[in-house]
């Protein structure tokens, strides 16, 4: 019998910085992987380019609740 799979996602956004690429990484480094492509755009009031970046990560065992926190699994 085969263990329920639940994928979860998550869609990290913040200025284009070495903090947001930090937080990527950190993602990746605890098993999530990236969904795609970033997205970019520039945020006129405050001058600067936002970064957005979907990650999925397939957790076992786990089932769905809205009340999940994305962030610690």
Sequence with gaps: MSKKKLTVYRCLTGPDDAAFCHRV?????????????????????????????????????LEYSPDMKLSEQ
């Design 25 to 61: 990484t950190e993602a990746l480094s605890k098993g999530w992987r990236l969904h795609g492509g970033p997205t970019l755009t520039f945020d006129t009031a405050q001058n600067r380019v936002i970064c957005g970046q979907a990650i999925i990560k397939d957790v076992e065992g």
